[in-house]
């Protein structure tokens, strides 16, 4: 089922942004992560702040705001959830391309965002269905306390270029495994694999289960990650295709 997605500016909507944000988000003193008076500011100065709507109910919402890379203006999302009954429902992917459409509108060829690299879930839409590619990686960039169940926040900074007509990822196809599991399911790194100019890493599928289960051995993973796709980025490489089960593909 289709949904209707327009920018928001009414309190009421800006209201309904921050508790979907809250559930989706939830922290410990029960405030949500942002604010009815931020959204209101940054809608008012020509940023974006948009919401997904079936039937007059809100499923999801995204916030981006401008900013700058290369001396170029971009649009960095922020914050962009769903409701979790609505996941695989296409709806984040509306959202995104809503936002994409709006950027060009306002002149802007660009987005930038973040994600956790260990969240094959997350990757795999951000790389193999929007169409980003992740240029860099940021260790520990919210701080350490912000991942429930993580010592540390790293994430991967992408970038869509929204003058590109190819609208996802690479084809998934043999590269040399620099990163997988070993028979106890711990990360192994193969270094002959990591001298390629095309390699890939596999992935547990659900690190965020991993984490309440076993925390030590998916902080292991985190720090591998940090190790092998870190390097590559800060190397020249590129994330550029992810699949549904676990694999990344880096490139130069």
Not at 68 to 82: K, P
Not at 235 to 243: K, M
Request: negative net charge; glycine residues 12%; proline residues 4%.
């Amino acid at each position: 089922m289709t949904v209707d997605i327009s920018t928001l500016d009414e309190i009421a909507d800006l209201e309904g942004v921050c508790e979907l944000f809250g559930r989706i988000w939830p922290s410990p003193d029960g405030h949500p992560p942002t604010t009815v008076g931020l959204l209101k500011a940054l809608a008012h100065t020509e940023n974006y702040v948009a919401g997904a709507f079936r039937g007059g109910h809100m499923l999801g919402a995204a916030v981006a705001f401008l900013g700058y890379r290369a001396n170029r203006l971009t649009l960095f999302s922020n914050q962009i959830a769903v409701e979790p009954a609505e996941g695989g429902g296409g709806v984040g992917l509306a959202l995104q391309q809503h936002m994409g459409q709006w950027a060009l509108q306002h002149g802007i060829d660009e987005i930038n965002w973040t994600f956790d690299p260990t969240i094959v879930r997350n990757a795999y839409f951000f790389i193999n269905k929007v169409g980003a590619r992740g240029i860099d990686y940021l260790p520990d960039f919210y701080g350490g306390s912000y991942d429930p169940g993580s010592d540390s926040s790293d994430r991967v900074f992408a970038v869509w270029d929204l003058t590109l007509a190819d609208a996802g990822g690479s084809v998934i196809s043999s590269a040399p495994i620099a990163l997988s599991a070993d028979s106890a399911g711990a990360p192994a790194i193969d270094g002959d694999a990591l001298r390629s100019d095309r390699f890939a890493m596999r992935l547990p599928t659900d690190i965020k289960a991993l984490r309440r289960t076993d925390a030590r051995l998916a902080d292991r993973w985190r720090q591998e990650v940090r190790l092998v796709l870190g390097s590559a980025l800060n190397d020249g490489y590129r994330l550029v295709a992810v699949s549904r089960d676990g694999q990344y593909i880096i490139a130069r």
